[in-house]
T-cell receptor
Framework: DAKTTQPNSMESNEEEPVHLPCNHS???????IHWYRQLPSQGPEYVIH?????VNNRMASLAIAEDRKSSTLILHRATLRDAAVYYC?????????????WGLGTSLAVNP | KAGVTQTPRYLIKTRGQQVTLSCSPI?????VSWYQQTPGQGLQFLFE???????NKGNFPGRFSGRQFSNSRSEMNVSTLELGDSALYLC??????????????FGSGTRLTVV
């Protein structure tokens, strides 16, 4: 199964953009890239996902490298509520099913 | 609408005992996945159920088992508990077992402590 590598922790200031990197050099052609985040004392929540093209939604943007070996989650203006562990995940096509392969994530601290 | 409900929130058990955890998915969701989360290992996939059938299974010993009922509620059971089973157990529900088109919604988890 393809794995992801993320920095253990990052720090940002409130209202500034945050770029969270993820390396997935062994990604296969059919693997999707997903981002989830986990706020303290909660389960993970969906942020965004994509295959090849950059993606935008109300929460964030996902920039995928042309060779797909890395991607970056972009929070355009960090707020205190964005302090969480961010997981970059690949969905592996296991037979007819897809399961998520989770890494250890990046713990993001947001300074006021 | 109500989210994913996991009960109980906290549980303390003794080594050798067994435990049953419950997960009620979002109404209309028929797929339920279970994950074990520990500080050193992160989220580890346990199993996934859809329409009462186990669709996928992670690399856990046979002491870990689960089932899904006709109303989509799911339970997981761990027998002969070991200290290493102490973890946060997370349940995720989805409309169908297709994570591409139907993302996961997680519950807040059950914190199991084995002493």
């Amino acid at each position: 199964d393809a794995k992801t590598t993320q920095p253990n922790s990052m720090e940002s200031n409130e209202e500034e953009p945050v770029h969270l990197p993820c390396n997935h050099s062994t990604i296969s052609g059919t693997d999707y890239i997903h981002w989830y985040r986990q706020l303290p004392s909660q389960g993970p929540e969906y942020v965004i996902h994509g295959l090849t093209s950059n993606v935008n939604n109300r929460m964030a943007s996902l920039a995928i490298a042309e060779d797909r070996k890395s991607s970056t989650l972009i929070l355009h203006r960090a707020t205190l509520r964005d302090a969480a562990v961010y997981y970059c995940i690949l969905s592996s096509n296991a037979g007819n099913n897809r399961k998520l392969i989770w890494g250890l994530g990046t713990s993001l601290a947001v300074n006021p | 609408k109500a989210g994913v409900t996991q009960t109980p929130r906290y549980l303390i058990k003794t080594r050798g005992q067994q435990v049953t955890l419950s997960c009620s998915p979002i109404s209309g969701h028929r797929s339920v996945s279970w994950y074990q989360q520990t500080p050193g290992q992160g989220l580890q996939f346990l199993f996934e159920y859809f329409s009462e059938t186990q669709r996928n299974k992670g690399n856990f010993p046979g002491r870990f088992s689960g089932r899904q009922f006709s109303n989509s509620r799911s339970e997981m059971n761990v027998s002969t508990l070991e200290l290493g089973d102490s973890a946060l157990y997370l349940c995720a529900s989805s409309l169908a077992p297709d994570v591409i088109n139907y993302g996961y919604t997680f519950g807040s988890g059950t914190r199991l402590t084995v002493v």
